[in-house]
């Protein structure tokens, strides 16, 4: 059983910038695929980013440019760097790690 922690989220202004973290309890960690998805309230789960064990990344469309994610194999954690956040960046964050979720960092941001 692998455990996935998020954390980082919070209430911001928009433009503003803030980090996620997600945390793995796994000793596979560097041999596999992470990911970033959101849910914003009354939408569907949406893609943010992924990176690859190599440490290649992708991103989905809305935050091309403005998230940055990164990972620390010897630390087995995730980041989420997010600048110029916008209102419809506001959502629940979750990290996944195979078919393993986190519960997921909640956040706001105001306009």
């Known amino acids: 059983q692998v455990q996935l922690e998020e954390s980082g989220g919070g209430l911001v202004q928009a433009g503003g910038s803030l980090r996620l973290t997600c945390t793995a309890s796994?000793?596979?960690?560097?041999?596999?695929?992470l990911g970033w998805f959101r849910q914003a309230p009354g939408k569907e789960e949406e893609f943010v980013a992924a990176?690859?064990?190599?440490?290649?990344?992708t991103y989905g469309d809305a935050v091309k440019g403005r998230f940055t994610v990164s990972r620390d194999n010897t630390k087995n954690t995730m980041y989420l760097q997010m600048n110029d956040l916008r209102s419809e960046d506001t959502g629940v964050y979750y990290c996944?790690?195979?078919?393993?979720w986190g519960r997921g960092t909640k956040v706001t941001v105001t306009s």
């Open positions: 996944k790690y195979l078919h393993y």
């Open positions: 796994t000793l596979s960690f560097s041999s596999y695929h």
């Open positions: 990176i690859r064990w190599t440490g290649h990344s």
